[in-house]
């Protein structure tokens, strides 16, 4: 697809296995634009925690969504993997870089579930899971986004983010 200067700057988001980093990544390529993995910004604490299968809370996210805000804001139109599971989340983020549109990954627990069985994360326990599910608020119709389903294959989800974002910029 190329760089486009009217592409706005994306999170990829959703709950654990969904594909965030490896969607993210592709799309980032695909869109000749930098790629910020929001993973990669945790504290060894919020690592370490969420490896033993302890949710994060709002105090332990505030520092890592700040320096997610800092990238979104100092980073031409990047894209972002992102949990951003909270409204309040995403209006922090909105608040560095008020362009952001989201692209929710989104199915079926039981799709997910698998997704996580099948990978290795470094940090990330598949225990966690139904804590996001829990957490997760849905974006609102104010909120610049699209949703893709996830029970497909990458490739098809890959197009269907890149339709979703062509539409968007059109």
């Known amino acids: 697809m190329g760089h486009s200067p009217f592409l ?6 959703g709950v654990s296995g969904t594909g965030k980093t490896v969607l993210g990544a592709q799309v980032a390529h695909a869109l000749d634009r930098r790629f910020v993995d929001a ?3 945790h504290s060894a604490a919020n690592k370490a925690k969420m490896g033993s299968g302890v949710p994060l809370t709002d105090e332990d996210r505030a520092p890592w969504l700040d ?3 800092v990238e979104a804001a100092r980073t031409p139109a990047p894209v972002i993997a992102c949990s951003a599971l909270k409204r309040t989340y995403r209006d922090l983020l909105r608040r560095s870089a008020p362009s952001l549109v989201f692209i929710h990954l989104d199915g079926p627990r039981e799709v997910i ?6 990978r290795d994360h470094e940090f990330m326990s598949p225990d966690l899971l139904d804590s996001q599910l829990a957490t997760l608020e849905p974006l609102a119709a104010e909120e610049a986004h699209a949703t893709v389903d996830v029970d497909q294959s990458i490739p098809d989800v890959l197009n269907a983010i890149l339709d979703s974002v062509n539409r968007m910029s059109a």
Do not use: G, K
């Open 8 to 13: 706005p700057p994306l999170v990829i988001m």
């Open 67 to 69: 320096s997610v805000a």
């Open 39 to 41: 993973d990669d910004l």
């Open 113 to 118: 579930a698998d997704h996580l069985a099948r």
